[in-house]
């Protein structure tokens, strides 16, 4: 619990400029430092969360474009989630970034939930990864660096962004390994731990082994030879444990419906004639017997 994210209750103040989101860079502009365009991409598998990064810079001047990419293994998946692997990675590449300047850089992602994050801060998860962004855009932009945020969905056919999933995947293999520690996203953690601490209705493990196998097969002969040797009542139990549901609240549900039903019945000879009354009635009267107790007729 001590190396989980602190939450505060706002991320910035009111007077504060947001990061400027979905403006990407013209082919026509001319930037004095140049243009850079950074892709992000996160993957969450084999119980890793990791993200890839893949970086198009064009210099000034019209020189050759230069490409890079790097991964990194960020945390295990109880601690992170993809959301804030994406925040990761951008708060990571900036950082390596300072220096530049008159530049103007576009971070391009297929996350939408980070996108808007970065346009409106709120008090959530991955806080920590939202100030360290700004912190540094703040510091590029007075070097003169223009920084906007691009959402670009999935379904479009993006190379940078399929370069920056690939690195993604390598950085979630089996074998990798973890590159740095970072704070636990609160509401990843807790999730997990609330599942983790409710105990599941099924059955330990070292029983009924025989029949979870024979369930995993098609219904056949087996099913029968199961049954046919049992009395009505093994049978019922058995099949109870084996589909994890019982007849009880049908039973239930039908004895409610008698209850809620009107009924008639012969009071005593002083009433002369018959009652029309309900099951709740008949349970509140005591033994319940309502001819033996005297009531107002109808």
Sequence with gaps: MESLETINPFTLAPWEARVQTDEPISEGSIVPGGAMQIAFSSSARNGLVGFGVAIEKQPPRYRKVRLKTLSVTLSARMEQNPFSAELAAMAHTLKT?????????????????????????RQQSGQEFVCRIYKLTSRMQRHGNQISVRWIPTSEDNKLLGLAKEQARAATQEDAILQGQVPKMK?????IACAQAVPKSELPENVGRHSRRVDT????????????????KEASVLAQLRTGTARLNGY??????????????WTSKRDGGPLSLSMSEVDRAPDGNVAMYPHSPE
Excluded: E
């Excluded at 509401?187 to 999730?191: N, Q, R």
């Excluded at 098609?218 to 009395?231: A, D, E, F, I, V």
């Excluded at 239930?252 to 019945?265: A, I, P, T």
């Design 217 to 232: 097969a098609l219904p056949g002969k087996h099913t029968r030879q199961l049954y046919n040797r049992l009395s009505w």
């Design 252 to 265: 239930l549900f039908s004895k409610q419906c008698r209850r809620d039903r009107s009924m008639c019945m």
């Design 97 to 121: 970034l300072v220096g530049l300047k008159d530049f103007r850089i576009t971070l391009t992602t297929s996350n939408k939930a980070a996108a808007l994050t970065l346009k409106n801060p």
């Design 187 to 191: 509401s990843t953690t807790l999730k």
